[in-house]
């Protein structure tokens, strides 16, 4: 329980509040919503990779051909457009924009999502009406190795491995890992461990928790497999 009040402790403190920024989306609509649903895939964005952003629209009717569709990027703003054209079929019709985004610098972004559709599906003229969405999206810098002197302990992680100096020999000395939600997801031993196997992990953000001669350390770091 000790360990877990530090550990919320730590998330508290103002320089890490916005290290949480990355689960966090808020988010704007438009009155009169036929947008259903956001996604990004992987949750968890990197600036080496690109990712693919999802929006699932319901049209008063059908179909609902998707007919012009871009994004742009613009500083610390994302803006994506589309346009469908719907038909008069007398049912709704369910359509998923997809937007793959290259890679972005580290930093939060805002991304703007304008949708138009019109009212001819043969010609494509005609505004029938106009929905936007507006959220934030984290970008974190990958770290693929990182060593740190903390006081009196040495560490460094390598894709998923983390080494330790010494071989530890004190049977309090652990290890604790958390998730960017706060619970728990990995504890070790340290007891004679000089590389500690995070392979069970997914990529994410993480927080470390190391218990070393009576002290307490806390690392954050972005594991990458």
Do not use: W
């Amino acid at each position: 329980m000790a360990l877990i009040n530090r550990f919320k402790f730590f998330l508290e403190k103002k320089t890490f509040g916005a290290l949480l920024l990355i689960i966090f989306f808020s988010s704007v609509r438009s009155p009169g919503q036929i947008i259903t649903s956001f996604s990004i895939n992987p949750p968890v964005l990197n600036d080496t990779t690109s990712f693919d952003i999802y929006i699932t629209s319901i049209y008063p009717d059908g179909p609902c051909d998707l007919h012009i569709q871009s994004y742009s990027v613009f500083g610390s703003i994302v803006e994506a457009q589309s346009e469908h054209c719907i038909g008069s079929l007398g049912s709704s019709c369910i359509s998923t924009d997809t937007f793959h985004i290259l890679p972005l610098v580290a930093g939060t972004y805002i991304f703007r999502y304008d949708l138009t559709y019109t009212l001819d599906s043969a010609s494509c003229t005609g505004i029938a009406g106009t929905n936007y969405y507006s959220t934030s999206i984290s970008v974190f810098p990958i770290i693929t190795g990182v060593e740190s002197d903390i006081a009196d302990i040495k560490y460094s992680i390598h894709g998923n491995q983390l080494y330790l100096p010494d071989k530890y020999s004190d049977d309090d000395n652990s290890i604790t890992i958390f998730n960017i939600s706060g619970l728990e997801v990995f504890n070790k031993k340290l007891y004679g461990i000089e590389v500690v196997d995070l392979s069970e992990l997914s990529d994410g953000i993480y927080f470390c928790c190391l218990f070393v001669n009576q002290k307490q350390y806390f690392i954050k770091f972005f594991l990458h497999n």
